[in-house]
T-cell receptor
């Protein structure tokens, strides 16, 4: 079956670094996305990995290991506005493209 | 470019009533998705359209939910009759093609439905 696991909640301090992990078991893997979602708002795109390795984009980086079914999102120099849910989503192809979302990790940044 | 437009932003109805949500995707985006997101959970795909044809509606509760995409552009999602467990955020998203490619896809601002 298709399954994506993320921690439910994490807490970190302003200015620190936090790593949010995501493990997946899917068929027809075709890429992994990270989205940020503030409470009551729609998800917004953060990053995309389709090949193994690290993708860096400013304060945010995302890593993928396809052989291990594992990804992480790394947030550096945390700011209060980074308090949000972070959704891991896997794109799969089984005749048609489909996105499967994890339940999200709620990150609280403390002053 | 204009984003994905959704309306209404909020809706409160009583159980057993009906409700409809509207979505206008980004111009030129062939693929349109409706997601249901219950508080504290990730989005769950309800239905996926490619132009005006249904690609995947395997998780759509067809006894009460229906959706259509007129002329491959706007889409409406209807619930009739609503149940308490339908309380959720309903998200519409669109992409250039089914791949979503590098940018994933763009979500609308969502409709927050409360069934009382």
């Amino acid at each position: 079956g298709q399954n994506i696991d993320q921690p439910t909640e994490m807490t970190a301090t302003e200015g620190a670094i936090v790593q949010i992990n995501c493990t997946y078991q899917t068929s027809g893997f075709n890429g992994l996305f990270w989205y940020q979602q503030h409470a009551g708002e729609a998800p917004t795109f953060l990053s995309y990995n389709v090949l193994d390795g690290l993708e860096e984009k400013g304060r945010f980086s995302s890593f993928l290991s396809r052989s291990k079914g594992y990804s992480y999102l790394l947030l550096k120099e945390l700011q209060m506005k980074d308090s949000a849910s972070y959704l891991c989503a896997v794109k799969t192809t089984s005749g048609t493209y489909k996105y499967i979302f994890g339940t999200g990790t709620r990150l609280k940044v403390l002053a | 470019e204009a984003g994905v437009a959704q309306s209404p932003r909020y809706k409160i109805i009583e159980k057993r009533q009906s409700v409809a949500f509207w979505c206008n995707p980004i111009s030129g985006h062939a693929t349109l998705y409706w997601y249901q997101q219950i508080l504290g959970q990730g989005p769950k795909l309800l239905i996926q359209f490619q132009n005006n044809g249904v690609v995947d509606d395997s998780q759509l509760p067809k006894d009460r939910f229906s959706a259509e995409r007129l002329k491959g552009v706007d889409s409406t999602l209807k619930i009739q009759p609503a149940k308490l467990e339908d309380s959720a955020m309903y998200l519409c998203a669109s992409s250039l093609d089914g791949a979503g490619t590098y940018y994933g896809y763009t979500f609308g601002s969502g409709t927050r439905l409360t069934v009382v």
